[in-house]
């Protein structure tokens, strides 16, 4: 079965970076791409962008531009997100799913990684 | 920019049927499709329709999807309704490559 593994919670001072990862099994990898969401505490849900396995291409939020980067580990099947000078408004529980790209559905979600910045 | 706009809240008994909205407010809400996420509490989302109206393998049939034209809307129906049904609800959409979700809906099972 399709399961997303997502890496443990992570505490983070202000202007630090964080990198979440998401280990994908049960499918063939680099036949879907992983998107990433983003939920603060009591809000609903921000799409942050998505990778495409088959051709490495990237399309970030556009209010994250210059600090979020989407890497995937093909041999590990392992997606990652890098998320830099981190603000108190980024702490919020990071989902990777997959899908997504060429307007797909996000049909299979991570557990969840709760990220939280605080001095 | 896109906007998906919805409701707040809404609440019904059990055994009755609630519809969720979901208006976009600039382009046609047929020019991509429409999906909802159902996401219970301190759980991870859940596909529950995808593609305007195709319900995922494993979602009950009370789930329906439907757009409306007229309106500019896509509307999220749920049938017999039971306290499992309890949750936020979400639509989503597409923009120029990147994904929107809509405002959200939080459906109380009185």
């Known amino acids: 079965q399709v399961q997303l593994v997502q890496s443990g919670a992570e505490v983070k001072k202000p202007g630090a970076s964080v990198k979440v990862s998401c280990k994908a099994s049960?499918?063939?990898?680099?036949?879907?791409?992983i998107s990433w969401v983003r939920q603060a505490p009591g809000q609903g849900l921000e799409w942050m962008g998505w990778i495409s396995l088959y051709s490495g291409t990237t399309k970030y939020a556009q209010n994250l531009q210059g600090r979020v980067t989407m890497t995937t580990d093909t041999s590990t099947s392992t997606a990652h997100l890098e998320l830099r000078n981190l603000r108190s408004d980024d702490t919020a529980i990071y989902f990777c799913?997959?899908?997504?790209?060429?307007?797909?559905?996000?049909?299979?979600w991570g557990q969840g990684t709760l990220v939280t910045v605080s001095s | 920019n896109l906007m998906l706009t919805q409701p707040h809240s809404v609440s019904e008994s059990p055994g009755k049927t609630v519809t969720i909205s979901c208006t976009r407010r600039s382009g046609s809400i047929d020019s991509n499709y429409v999906q909802w996420y159902q996401q219970r509490p301190d759980s991870a989302p859940i596909n529950v329709i995808f593609?305007?109206?195709?319900?995922p393998s494993g979602v009950p049939d009370r789930f329906s999807g439907s757009i409306d034209s007229s309106s500019n809307s896509a509307s999220l129906t749920i049938s017999g309704l039971r306290t499992e049904d309890e949750a936020d609800y979400y639509c989503?959409?597409?923009?120029?490559?990147?994904?929107?979700f809509g405002t959200g809906t939080k459906v109380t099972v009185l």
């Open positions: 049960g499918y063939t990898f680099t036949n879907y791409g």
């Open positions: 799913a997959r899908g997504g790209v060429a307007a797909t559905r996000l049909d299979y």
């Open positions: 989503q959409s597409f923009h120029d490559s990147t994904l929107v």
């Open positions: 593609e305007d109206n195709r319900r």
